[in-house]
C-alpha cells in the first residue's frame, strides 16, 4: 500500500478525515502548553519555583516540537480557518512573558517602589515583541533588491551590494523565561535585578539583531553548539534541586558574552547603511 500523498491544497483534492484528525492534533497539543502554563501559576503562587518551572520547562520543550510537527503535517493548508501561528504566539506571550513577569513580581526580584515600574515595563515591551510583524525576520526591511520590473539598472547599481539574507530576531526576543530562572535559582540582588531587566525590556524597543539560535546563518553551527551546551547544562542544574553552582554562572557569563558578541556583529553586518538607500 503506497502512503498518502502530502495534501495539495487544491479543491480537487480535499483533505482526508485523517489528515484533518491529526492536523486537529497538532493545535491541540501547541494548546495544551497553556495547560501547564495555567497549573504553573498555581505553584507560582505558593513559591514553589521548582515544580513551577518544571511545568513551563513542559511547555517550553511543546513550544519547540509543534512548528515542526505543524510544518509536516501542513495544518495551515488543511486547516486554514484556524491560524496556528497565532495560536502559538498566544501561548508564547504567556509562557516567556507574562508569567515570568508574575514571578518576578512574587518572587520580591525587585526593590520595592520600582517592582511595579520594571514589571508594567516588561510587559509593555513584550506586547511590542509579540505584534511586530518583523519580530522574527529573515531579511532586512530596507534590504530589498530593486526593482527588476522597472529594468531600471542605473539605480540597481547605485543602490551597491545588497545584504545577505539571514534569520534574526529584531530587538530583545522577550526570553524573559530563561532570565527570571537565572535570577531566582542564582540568588541575584534586587539592584542587579533591576538594571539587567529594565535594560532587556529597552532593548525591545531598540532595532539591534538578535542571533536565532536554531536558524541564523552567521556561525550557525557554533550558535546551536553553544546553546545546546548552555541549555544542556541549565536543565542539569534544574533537576538537580540546587542553587546554580559557580561553574554553571561562569557558564552563563560566557554564553551571555557569546551571544552579544554575536548579535552586534549579526546587527553591524545587516545595517542599513551598507550600501542600501531607503525609499
Known sequence: MEPTPPYSGHPNNPPSTGQKTLAY????????????????????????????????????????????????????????????????????????????????????????GYDFLVISLICIASTYQFCRSDAKSNIDKVAKEPDKKAGDEETAAKCGPQ?????????????????????????????????????????????????YPTRTRMWKKTNIITTSIWLGALLATFFGRKPLPPWFQFLSVAYAAYYIVGSARLTWTLRPSDGIKKT
Open 163 to 211: 545584504i545577505d539574507q539571514d534569520y534574526f530576531f529584531q530587538g530583545f526576543p522577550s526570553a524573559w523565561i530563561l532570565l527570571v530562572y537565572f535570577l531566582i535559582f542564582g540568588d541575584t540582588g534586587q539592584v542587579f535585578n533591576t538594571v539587567i531587566l529594565t535594560v532587556c525590556a529597552v532593548l525591545s524597543f531598540v532595532p539591534i539583531k538578535c542571533i
Open 25 to 112: 492534533i497538532v493545535h491541540l497539543f501547541t494548546a495544551s502548553g497553556a495547560v501547564f502554563a495555567l497549573f504553573s501559576l498555581h505553584f507560582i503562587a505558593r513559591h514553589d519555583w521548582y515544580n513551577a518551572y518544571l511545568l513551563l520547562v513542559i511547555a517550553v520543550i511543546i513550544d519547540s516540537c509543534d512548528g515542526f510537527l505543524a510544518r509536516r503535517m501542513q495544518v495551515n493548508i488543511i486547516l486554514p480557518e484556524i491560524d496556528g501561528n497565532l495560536l502559538d504566539n498566544i501561548i508564547d506571550f504567556l509562557v516567556w512573558s507574562i508569567i515570568p513577569a508574575f514571578i518576578v513580581w512574587e518572587a520580591k526580584l525587585l526593590p520595592p
